[in-house]
């Protein structure tokens, strides 16, 4: 796999917007009248045990609480970082999450094996033997990451290959590496400190295939990585009428460029130099400190190229749903995609945004902050 596609799978659950249609949504408030203000803040993640700077922000509603960032592990040089996240409302319990990329190795050299058994690593990677998406996700996925919950049952599971093919996984094999990649979600229901939860899980298989000569013949050393895992919780019968503020926080995720140049610098360090050994926060310290500022051109017009095709997907998949207008912020400089039945939309100089129904409303009345209107796109 290269480095590349390896960096991409880190920041690339921004996509989870492509097959996210398949939740209902609404925007009626149950008891049938208006709508309340709704309010979103920016939430500014910083790689604090790593390159000291922001590595993406995103809005989630006000009163949701956020918790997780980037967690460097150096044993693993094409994948030193991955993202695990949690947004939440602590009120009803919703929740989206983002869970770290697993990467896995196997071989089928009898040899390498019993050097290596199942379960121990090899250069970072768990060796297994490598699984569906369905069987991953319920075999890794939820035994990682559900482990002990009450009455888990799986409701629904369901293949997605379009989901693997929209993130492009797979795509990026050399000459002479078998490449595939396949997705699945499933949905799952159990309590939660008394009360009955649904969630879909969303995650994507990825194998890499490299044929191997030795003095004792022919061999297929094996990368595979279940990556793209997120997910949507929420209290049981609400899970689809939440889709509209999931949809929000997920398409307003933006990653620093900044910081997008320091990792990838670090990512071909670690891989050019073979220093997959190297563990402590000070060692990883050294070798960010020999990075720089400057974002080469050809970095930039990557990451550019990147951002806007999250962004046209996002264009596309806003076609197929109901109840979602488009504004232009004048902060960003850019469009932004709101729930809809708002009359109003206004964000301030942080980037957080608030919605409206009433037509006199004004967030500047009481409040030592300058917001800005922001003006709907036909």
Request: hydrophobic content about 35%; overall charge positive; some cysteine.
């Amino acid at each position: 796999m290269s480095s590349a596609k390896r960096r991409n799978a880190l920041i690339a659950f921004m996509l989870v917007l492509t097959v996210f249609g398949s939740l209902s949504c609404s925007k009626k408030s149950q008891g049938g009248g208006s709508l309340p203000p709704l309010q979103f803040r920016t939430q500014v993640c910083i790689d604090r045990s790593g390159t000291g700077i922001e590595a993406f922000r995103m809005l989630v509603p006000k009163e949701w609480t956020f918790e997780g960032g980037i967690r460097w592990v150096l044993d693993n040089p094409g994948m030193p970082a991955t993202a695990s996240l949690r947004a939440r409302n602590p009120s009803n319990g919703a929740e989206f999450e983002v869970f770290p990329n697993q990467p896995f190795f196997w071989t089928d050299n009898q040899m390498h094996r019993q050097m290596f058994p199942v379960g121990s690593r090899y250069y970072g990677n768990e060796v297994r033997p490598p699984l569906g998406p369905i069987d991953a996700l319920k075999k890794i996925v939820l035994a990682r990451f559900r482990q002990g919950v009450r009455g888990l049952k799986v409701l629904k599971e369901e293949h997605l290959p379009e989901l693997a093919k929209t993130v492009g996984a797979g795509a990026s094999a050399q000459p002479g590496v078998r490449a595939s990649a396949d997705g699945a979600r499933i949905r799952i229901a159990y309590d939660r400190k008394g009360t009955p939860v649904e969630e879909e899980i969303y995650g994507v298989v990825e194998s890499y295939g490299f044929p191997i000569q030795s003095m004792y013949g022919s061999f297929t050393n094996t990368i595979w990585t279940v990556d793209y895992l997120f997910s949507f919780k929420a209290e049981k019968g609400k899970l689809d009428s939440m889709a509209i503020v999931f949809r929000t926080i997920v398409s307003s995720f933006r990653v620093n460029p900044q910081w997008y140049n320091k990792y990838t610098q670090v990512v071909e360090y670690l891989i050019k130099a073979q220093i997959q050994k190297i563990r402590s926060v000070g060692e990883l310290s050294k070798i960010i400190s020999r990075t720089h500022d400057e974002i080469s051109d050809e970095m930039l017009r990557s990451f550019e190229d990147r951002q806007a095709a999250y962004d046209r997907i996002s264009e596309k998949f806003s076609q197929q749903i109901r109840d979602v207008d488009a504004y232009y912020s004048p902060v960003e400089g850019r469009s932004i995609e709101l729930p809809g039945g708002y009359r109003q939309a206004w964000t301030n100089n942080l980037g957080d945004v608030v919605l409206s129904e009433a037509e006199d409303f004004n967030p500047n009345i009481g409040s030592n902050q300058n917001w800005q209107k922001m003006e709907k796109k036909e």
